[in-house]
T-cell receptor
């Protein structure tokens, strides 16, 4: 099983450029998430989705957009990149339900905005 | 909103010794889950151990154990017989049992250094 796959692994963007971070999971999980991790900090939730067609904001959504057209995919769109968006981005997924719903993480995308 | 605090930015331990990482959290809920994640230099987030708030018994996974004090809102991680492979960032995380989406709230992390 591939689990959660993120692409690309690294990217350098210029200020004002846009890009999409791709995330796919093959575990048939209903729930998917995008987190960002600034240097020396913990992860903060950007957006999450509880199923295809349903998304909601997390703690730090400004400057980002998401969509969820299928169960498997949950892309994150950055519009007009800013240096403050330099970070490592993690996609994660989990089963719905209350118990034993471990979150599985992708390997992260290191994004630098210059 | 819930908050998770890890007050130790870095901890150092001798190989084969024991180290304890601290975590406190703030919540008004009574039903929730707590987790410790390990992040090695590869960046991969690895679940180390989980604790359900309604269980009084502290969780244990091999060399990893927790001390869960619900009234004090404290959730420390003990790593016994430390190994070189334990060197990593460790994050404490909280998840509500009732809020939609099973979202995790993370602490700021503690870096563990293991000396040979």
């Amino acid at each position: 099983n591939a689990g959660v796959t993120q692409t690309p692994k690294f990217r350098i963007l210029k200020i004002g450029q846009s890009m999409t971070l791709q995330c796919a999971q093959d575990m048939n999980h209903n729930y998917m998430y995008w987190y960002r991790q600034d240097p020396g900090m913990g992860l903060k939730l950007i957006y999450y989705s509880v199923g295809a067609g349903i998304t909601d904001k997390g703690e730090v959504p400004n400057g980002y957009n998401v969509s969820r057209s299928t169960t498997e995919d949950f892309p994150l769109r950055l519009e007009l990149a800013a240096p403050s968006q330099t970070s490592v981005y993690f996609c994660a997924s989990s089963y719905s339900g209350r118990k034993n719903t471990e979150a599985f993480f992708g390997q992260g995308t290191r994004l630098t905005v210059v | 909103a819930q908050t998770v605090t890890q007050s130790q930015p870095e901890m150092s331990v001798q190989e084969a010794e024991t180290v304890t990482l601290s975590c406190t959290y703030d919540t008004s809920e009574s039903d929730y889950y707590l987790f410790w994640y390990k992040q090695p230099p590869s960046r991969q987030m690895i679940l180390v151990i989980r604790q359900e708030a309604y269980k009084q018994q502290n969780a244990t996974e091999n060399r990893f154990s927790v001390n869960f004090q619900k009234a004090a809102k404290s959730f420390s991680l003990k790593i016994s017989d430390s190994q070189l492979g334990d060197a990593a960032m460790y994050f404490c995380a909280y998840r509500s049992a009732r809020a939609a989406g099973n979202k995790l709230t993370f602490g700021g992390g503690t870096r563990v250094l293991v000396k040979p």
